[in-house]
C-alpha cells in the first residue's frame, strides 16, 4: 500500500483505496494546492476522482486543517451521508491535456470499478461546467417536494364594493367583466437583487447557505417567478448590466417582452429595467433619468430612473396612453435631502412625459424600491401630493431609522434653483419655453422683477407638490392583525420600501381627493398578489431562500384601464358614497404602521453604498 508521510492516519485510512493510482502531483501534501478543497453534490461539477462510498469513519475522525474551519461546513448544512455517496475531491492534474481528455488513471478505473459511471456519462461531466450542474440541481429541486415553500394567495377586489372585499379566488368576478372600452393588465415590481451588491454587503446574508447565493443558482429561481406570475409589464430594480445583456434581456424576450434598460451611472454596474409583452402594448417613448449631476455637490449619487409611454392594444375610441416609471432611490437613511430630490427629478420626467393632446394626464404608474417606509414623509409626499419640510430632519425623511442619527434640518429649497425643477416637481425650463412660444412681451425691467419675486417666494417656500392623484397598492399591514407587510427581508431587517403607485380612477375604492380633470380616465386596482409577515418569511430561513432567490418579494398588482368618460360616469355614481365613507377606515394610520416598520430597520441595517457618510 503507498502512504503518504504528510498525510495525517485518518486521510491515510480514508484514501487506501484509491490514493495508490493517484500519481506523485496528485497526491495530497501540504505544499501542493488544493483546488476549492471540497464542492458539494448537486452544487459543483463532478471531479476527475470520486470518493468511495466504504469508508471507514472511525470515531475520533477529524477534518484535516487544509478544509477550513468546521463552521464553513455547519453554515452550508453539510452532512456526512451526502458528501460519503455523491461529493468528491477535486485535485489538479497537469497530465491533463485539455479540459474535455480524461487522465489515464481515471481510464484505468473505468474498465475495473464496477460502481463508475458509463464512459459517456464520465465524458458529459467532465465538459459541464459549474452553472450546468446548478441547472441540474434546480431541475431536480424542482421536481422534488419544496419543503419550507410559502404561497401567497391573490386578493381580488371586487367590483362593486364600497369596503374593498377580499377574494381569493381571482376568477369570482371575471364573467362580469365588461370588456366595452376597458383593458386588463397587470405590473410587476421586484428587486431581484444584484449579484455586485450581494457579494458587497455579504454581512446582510449570513443567515443563507453559500451556495444559494450563487447567480447560477439564483436566477432559474428568479425566472421560474416571472414565468409563473407572468405579468404583463416588469418593472426590475438593480438588474446587474452583464447578466442583463448575457442572459436576463434574451430570456425575456423569448417569453414575449420587449426590454428598456437604464444602468446606474456610477461605479456600481446595476440599473433599471422596464419589460413589457408586446403582444398587450407598444412602445412610444423611453425616458432614462440620471439623478447624477456633476454641476450640482447635493446630486453625487448615481441612482437613476426610467419613464416609459406605453401604447395598449386593444380596441378603443381614444388613443389611451399608459406612463410606467421605474427607480431605485439612494439607500442612505441620513440623506433624506438626496432621497427627495431624486424623487422630484423622477416626477418632472414624468410631468414631462405623461400629458395628452388635451392637456390631461395620461393613468401612471410609478414602481420601484424607494427605500422609505409607509407613513414616512418621502411616502406622504407621493400620495398625498403636498410636503411641508419645513424643521424636517433629513434623517426623518425616509422613516428607515427609529433614532435618526441624521439630525440636519432640511435646507430651504432642498435643491439648488439651476436643476431647473420647481418646487411643483415640474421642469422650470419647459415652462419658460412655453411662454416664449406664446409670444408673450414683456417690458425688460417688468420680466426682471418677476423673475427676483417668484425666486424670492421659492427660496421662502417650504412646501413641494406633485400634479398626481396617486394611491398604493398595498395597504402596508394586515387588517385582522395589525401585523406590517413586508418586501424585503434578510439578516438585519425586515421592513416594507418596496411600492406599486398609481392614478387611480375616481370609482376606485384606493384613489386619494383630487381634481376630477386631472387625468384622462384612470385606472382600477383589480387585484393584487399578497405580501407576507416577518414572521412567516422566517419560516423559510428569511430571504434569499431555497425557492426565492432575492432579498426582496415581488410585488404584482392587476389594474384596468378606465376611460375618462367612463371614469367620469363613475364619479358621479360614486361621490356621495364616497363623502358617507372618507371617514371609515379598514386600518390604522398609516403613521402607525411607519413605527411598526420603523422598528425592523436601524441605521446600520442597510447596505453600504458609496459615499453612504454624506
Same mark, same amino acid.
Given at each position: 500500500m503507498l502512504r503518504h508521510s504528510m498525510l495525517p492516519r485518518h486521510m491515510q485510512r480514508l484514501g487506501r483505496d484509491w490514493i495508490a493510482h493517484l500519481n506523485s502531483s496528485q497526491v495530497f501534501t501540504l505544499n501542493g494546492p488544493v483546488s476549492t478543497c471540497m464542492r458539494w453534490a448537486g452544487h459543483y461539477p463532478r471531479a476527475s476522482f470520486p470518493l468511495p462510498v466504504p469508508v471507514d469513519f472511525s470515531a475520533n475522525w477529524r477534518f484535516p486543517p487544509f478544509f477550513g474551519p468546521w463552521r464553513q461546513f455547519q453554515n452550508s448544512y453539510w452532512q456526512l451521508d451526502n458528501f460519503a455517496q455523491s461529493s468528491c475531491f477535486h485535485l489538479p492534474n497537469p497530465s491533463m491535456k485539455s479540459e474535455?481528455?480524461?487522465?489515464?488513471?481515471?481510464?484505468?478505473?473505468?474498465?475495473?470499478?464496477?460502481?463508475?459511471?458509463?464512459? &459517456?456519462?464520465?465524458?458529459?461531466?467532465?465538459?459541464?461546467?459549474?452553472?450546468?450542474?446548478?441547472?441540474?440541481?434546480?431541475?431536480?429541486?424542482?421536481?422534488s417536494s419544496k419543503k419550507g415553500t410559502i404561497k401567497r394567495h391573490w386578493e381580488y377586489f371586487c367590483q362593486h364594493s364600497k369596503t374593498m372585499k377580499i377574494f381569493?379566488?381571482?376568477?369570482?368576478?371575471?364573467?362580469?367583466?365588461?370588456?366595452?372600452?376597458?383593458?386588463?393588465?397587470?405590473?410587476?415590481?421586484?428587486?431581484?437583487?444584484s449579484q455586485n451588491l450581494l457579494e458587497d454587503n455579504s454581512h446582510l446574508y449570513k443567515h443563507c447557505r453559500q451556495r444559494l447565493l450563487i447567480w447560477t443558482y439564483r436566477f432559474p429561481?428568479?425566472? #421560474?417567478?416571472?414565468? #409563473?406570475?407572468?405579468?404583463?409589464?416588469?418593472c426590475l430594480q438593480e438588474?446587474?448590466?452583464?447578466?442583463?445583456?448575457?442572459?436576463?434581456?434574451?430570456?425575456?424576450?423569448?417569453?414575449?417582452?420587449?426590454? !428598456?434598460?437604464?444602468?446606474?451611472?456610477?461605479?456600481?454596474?446595476?440599473?433599471?429595467?422596464? @419589460?413589457?409583452?408586446?403582444?398587450?402594448?407598444?412602445?412610444?417613448?423611453?425616458?432614462?433619468?440620471?439623478?447624477?449631476?456633476?454641476?450640482?455637490?447635493?446630486?453625487?449619487?448615481?441612482?437613476?430612473?426610467?419613464?416609459?409611454?406605453?401604447?395598449?392594444?386593444?380596441?378603443?375610441?381614444?388613443?389611451?396612453?399608459? @406612463?410606467?416609471?421605474?427607480t431605485h432611490l439612494l439607500y442612505n437613511p441620513r440623506?433624506?435631502?438626496?432621497?427627495?430630490?431624486?424623487?422630484?427629478?423622477?416626477?418632472?420626467?414624468?410631468?414631462?412625459?405623461?400629458?395628452?393632446?388635451d392637456g390631461t394626464f395620461c393613468?401612471?404608474?410609478? @414602481?420601484?424600491?424607494?427605500?422609505?417606509?409607509?407613513?414616512?414623509?418621502?411616502?406622504?409626499?407621493?400620495? !398625498?401630493?403636498?410636503?411641508?419640510?419645513?424643521?424636517?430632519?433629513?434623517?426623518?425623511?425616509?422613516? #428607515?431609522?427609529?433614532?435618526?442619527?441624521?439630525?440636519?434640518?432640511?435646507?430651504?429649497?432642498?435643491?439648488?434653483?439651476?436643476?431647473?425643477?420647481?418646487?411643483? @416637481?415640474?421642469?422650470?425650463?419647459?415652462?419658460?419655453?412655453? &411662454?416664449?412660444?406664446?409670444?408673450?412681451?414683456?417690458e425688460e425691467s417688468k420680466l426682471n422683477d418677476t423673475k427676483e419675486i417668484v425666486r424670492t417666494s421659492e427660496k421662502l417656500s417650504s412646501k413641494l407638490r406633485h400634479?398626481?392623484?396617486?394611491?398604493?397598492?398595498?395597504?402596508?399591514?394586515?387588517?385582522e392583525t395589525g401585523m406590517p407587510e413586508v418586501t424585503t427581508c434578510h439578516s438585519r431587517s425586515a421592513v416594507t420600501v418596496d411600492y406599486i403607485f398609481y392614478s387611480a380612477a375616481n370609482d376606485d375604492d384606493a384613489t386619494q381627493p383630487g381634481a376630477v380633470d386631472s387625468f384622462r380616465g384612470g385606472l382600477k386596482l383589480l387585484g393584487r398578489l399578497a405580501l407576507l409577515t416577518e414572521k412567516d418569511l422566517w419560516t423559510v430561513n428569511g430571504l434569499p431562500n431555497e425557492n426565492n432567490s432575492s432579498d426582496h418579494l415581488p410585488l404584482l398588482a392587476e389594474f384596468r384601464l378606465i376611460e375618462r368618460n367612463a371614469a367620469l360616469k363613475c364619479f358621479q355614481r360614486t361621490s356621495l358614497t364616497r363623502k358617507a365613507d372618507s371617514k371609515e377606515s379598514l386600518t390604522p394610520p398609516l403613521e402607525n404602521a411607519a413605527i411598526h416598520h420603523r422598528s425592523f430597520a436601524q441605521s446600520s441595517h442597510g447596505r453600504t453604498e458609496e459615499g453612504g457618510s454624506r
Open positions: 474535455g481528455e480524461e487522465p489515464l488513471t481515471k481510464k484505468r478505473r473505468l474498465s475495473g470499478q464496477h460502481d463508475t459511471p458509463a464512459p &459517456e456519462e464520465e465524458t458529459n461531466l467532465a465538459n459541464q461546467k459549474e452553472a450546468s450542474c446548478l441547472s441540474v440541481a434546480q431541475n431536480k429541486k424542482s421536481d381569493e379566488n381571482k376568477e369570482i368576478d371575471q364573467s362580469n367583466r365588461e370588456s366595452e372600452a376597458k383593458f386588463d393588465f397587470t405590473v410587476m415590481s421586484y428587486n431581484i437583487l429561481n428568479i425566472l #421560474q417567478e416571472i414565468k #409563473q406570475l407572468d405579468a404583463d409589464v416588469l438588474v446587474q448590466e452583464d447578466h442583463y445583456r448575457k442572459e436576463i434581456k434574451s430570456s425575456l424576450e423569448s417569453l414575449g417582452y420587449h426590454c !428598456e434598460y437604464k444602468m446606474r451611472t456610477g461605479r456600481k454596474p446595476d440599473g433599471c429595467a422596464i @419589460c413589457f409583452k408586446t403582444s398587450k402594448f407598444s412602445l412610444i417613448s423611453s425616458n432614462p433619468v440620471e439623478f447624477f449631476r456633476r454641476d450640482i455637490p447635493l446630486l453625487d449619487r448615481d441612482n437613476v430612473g426610467l419613464v416609459l409611454l406605453l401604447q395598449p392594444k386593444f380596441q378603443c375610441k381614444t388613443n389611451a396612453a399608459i @406612463c410606467i416609471a421605474n440623506r433624506g435631502d438626496i432621497k427627495l430630490t431624486q424623487l422630484a427629478m423622477l416626477l418632472a420626467e414624468i410631468a414631462s412625459v405623461a400629458p395628452q393632446k393613468p401612471i404608474i410609478i @414602481c420601484g424600491d424607494f427605500n422609505s417606509v409607509p407613513g414616512s414623509p418621502l411616502y406622504r409626499f407621493i400620495k !398625498e401630493g403636498k410636503l411641508n419640510y419645513e424643521g424636517l430632519a433629513i434623517g426623518k425623511v425616509s422613516g #428607515q431609522e427609529q433614532f435618526p442619527r441624521g439630525q440636519r434640518i432640511l435646507s430651504i429649497p432642498i435643491w439648488p434653483k439651476k436643476l431647473g425643477i420647481s418646487q411643483n @416637481c415640474v421642469y422650470e425650463i419647459k415652462q419658460q419655453q412655453k &411662454e416664449e412660444n406664446a409670444g408673450e412681451k414683456m400634479h398626481f392623484k396617486l394611491s398604493s397598492v398595498y395597504s402596508h399591514y394586515f387588517p
